[in-house]
């Protein structure tokens, strides 16, 4: 899991907070997985960075980007995996500060 997650780039696929799709509000990210655990998300030249730890036993991702605005804080979650391929990660979280499910699809650029 960590080789294919610090291989490449990765970009939103799919974002969606309950019901609502904010996909669009990603557009232009690049997100780079480094084995140290810091994630570094590029857009337009601009970068912010955070931290990142894999769970293999409970499936799960955690992320957390200190100081960042929206899009990228709505990335501050532990994730749940539900699938994974070589070039995808599909995975969802609770929100309990907006009391909402979301459901987020990774892909490698």
């Known amino acids: 899991m960590l080789s294919i997650m610090t291989?490449?780039?990765?970009?939103v696929s799919g974002y969606k907070q309950n019901d609502s799709d904010i996909t669009a509000s990603f557009s232009g990210y690049l997100f780079?997985?480094?084995a140290n655990n810091t994630v570094t998300g590029t857009k337009a030249g601009?970068?912010?960075?955070?931290?990142?730890?894999?769970?293999?036993a409970n499936r799960t991702i955690a992320s957390n980007f200190p100081g960042a605005t929206e899009p990228v804080s709505l990335l501050n979650?532990?994730?749940?995996?539900k699938d994974s391929y070589t070039d995808s990660v599909s995975a969802?979280?609770?929100d309990?500060?907006?009391?909402?499910t979301n459901i987020l699809q990774l892909k490698k650029q």
């Open 77 to 81: 979650a532990t994730w749940t995996i």
């Open 46 to 56: 601009a970068s912010v960075t955070g931290q990142w730890a894999v769970n293999i």
């Open 96 to 100: 309990t500060v907006k009391h909402a």
């Open 92 to 94: 969802w979280s609770i």
């Open 32 to 34: 780079k997985f480094d």
């Open 7 to 11: 291989n490449g780039y990765w970009y």
